[in-house]
């Protein structure tokens, strides 16, 4: 039984799921006549209180938009040490929108208001103008760490009192909702702009959400067809996004339950040094004196795939094909190891 924990991005479109992406209506979406994408753009709006969504081919690409759109050459964004969009965005922050960056060290990913006060420019000539901050809320390399809504609405304070934009990278958002019972229109209120990923722990093969007002989500239109994520009949894998909203929200809990689980047994293995809080679908541990490197290789040889996260750690991320039945046979495995 081959075992995968290497990322929620691995996820395949379940046969209930291609059941329904084939039988979605398609139409050309650059025209905006594609109507299963604008459902699903409406059904996130709402979901959110928002007036509108764009439906982009990643993740990265509705970071790269709100961070275009929210600022000016010349400006910065701030953001923790370990956000993705630092980290695994190509620096398209400044490719595409011409802005430094004003990088905060948190705690296991997450901002405090203080410290985000402390961190805004001062307006002078020499100095970027600090413009947008960008929350990570699952923060991935933070480990699965999570915001609560009291904890954003500080933050989003500081923003508006400082004529601060705030943008959520929302990728993993759903598996908060589900350990916090917060709403997706608590959420909703207190940001600029949203991003969500359908095609993690939810289980869709492709495809992110942007989500803010109409006049900021049309701007986002131009942008999304400059960068080329302009599809035609993408309706067939929008309606993916559809199924996965509709019926795999709620099981994410699964997902968290199962990390936490695993993070249990890990804290039994001598060889593990140490595993960082478990709060979500993410775990992440060091090891007492084997290489990662080494350490994912021996686990490979097992038929455990995993990721290598620092030179002594690794990442382990469950997602909905990892069943009880696999967690098992992980606990065999690893207590063997
Ligand atoms: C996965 C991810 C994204 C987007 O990634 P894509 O692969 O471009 O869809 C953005 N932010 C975070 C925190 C992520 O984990």
């Known amino acids: ?22 039988e979605a209506e398609v139409g050309d979406d650059v025209f905006g006549a594609d109507p299963t994408i604008n459902r699903l753009e409406s059904m996130a709006a709402g979901m959110f209180g928002r007036e509108a969504a764009l439906y982009c081919p990643s993740g990265t690409m509705t970071n790269q938009i709100a961070i275009k759109l929210h600022t000016h050459a010349l400006d910065e964004i701030i953001c923790e ?29 997450k901002i405090t208001a203080e410290q985000l006060k402390n961190s805004i420019k001062k307006k002078y000539d020499w100095l970027p103008e600090s413009r947008l901050v960008v929350l990570e809320n699952s923060t991935n390399r933070g ?21 601060l934009k705030l943008h959520l990278d929302g990728a993993r958002l759903f598996n908060v909702l589900v350990e916090t019972g917060e709403s997706t229109k608590d959420v909703g209120s207190l940001f600029d702009s949203i991003s969500i990923c359908l095609s993690k722990g939810l289980g869709a093969p492709v495809g992110s ?93 097992c038929n455990i795939n995993a990721a290598a996260f620092g030179p002594m750690q690794v990442r382990f991320v469950t997602h909905l094909e990892f069943d009880d039945e696999q967690l098992a046979e992980l606990e065999k495995r690893l207590k063997t190891l």
């Open 143 to 163: 480990g699965g760490n999570y915001y609560t809504l009291d904890e954003i609405k500080a933050i989003r304070t500081v923003c508006l009192e400082n004529e």
């Open 209 to 301: 959400l942007l989500i803010g007002d109409k006049a900021f989500i049309q701007k986002g239109r131009r942008f999304r067809k400059v960068m080329g994520g302009g599809m035609r009949q993408a309706g067939i894998i929008a309606a993916g996004g559809i199924y996965a909203l509709e019926h795999n929200v709620n099981r994410l809990k699964q997902d968290n339950d199962r990390a936490k689980a695993i993070g249990h047994i890990l804290q039994g293995l001598d060889y593990v040094a140490q595993v960082k809080p478990i709060k979500t679908n993410i775990v992440i541990f060091d090891l007492k004196d084997e290489p990662a490197d080494l350490f994912v290789k021996r686990l490979a040889e």
């Open 81 to 109: 040490l370990n956000s993705h969009v630092y980290q695994y965005e190509t620096s398209g922050y400044a490719y595409n929108a011409r802005v430094g960056i004003n990088l905060i060290e948190g705690e296991y990913g």
């Open 1 to 22: 039984m081959r075992i995968d924990l290497i990322s929620d991005t691995i996820t395949r479109p379940s046969p209930e799921m291609r059941a329904f992406m084939m």
